[in-house]
């Protein structure tokens, strides 16, 4: 092998080497968003299980006073009589 052509050899292997590191570096960039993002949709698909699983509960007994209850306060906005309400102006 020449000197030439061990040379050339070198320049291309760096190259290679060089574009190969800073395509790396992009893509692992890219993916660390990706991971906090996944880590979040992942949290969110829990609290939702929990909300479905808490509604399905409702559902299931809605013969249940303490249930009626809760559907009446927390999704009609209803309160007992003998409840006072304070509002501050600010919704």
Do not use: C, H
């Not at 829990?46 to 007994?61: G, H, R, V």
């Amino acid at each position: 092998m020449t000197k030439r052509s061990r040379l050339f050899t070198i320049i291309i292997v760096l190259v290679l080497t060089i574009m190969f590191g800073v395509q790396l570096y992009i893509i692992w960039g890219l993916t660390i968003p990706l991971s906090r993002n996944q880590q979040e949709d992942r949290q969110r698909v829990a609290e939702l299980q929990q909300k479905i699983a808490d509604l399905q509960y409702m559902l299931d007994n809605t013969d249940d006073p303490d249930v009626i209850k809760r559907i009446a306060e927390e999704l009609l906005g209803l309160v007992s009589p003998d409840e006072i309400i304070i509002y501050s102006g600010v919704e």
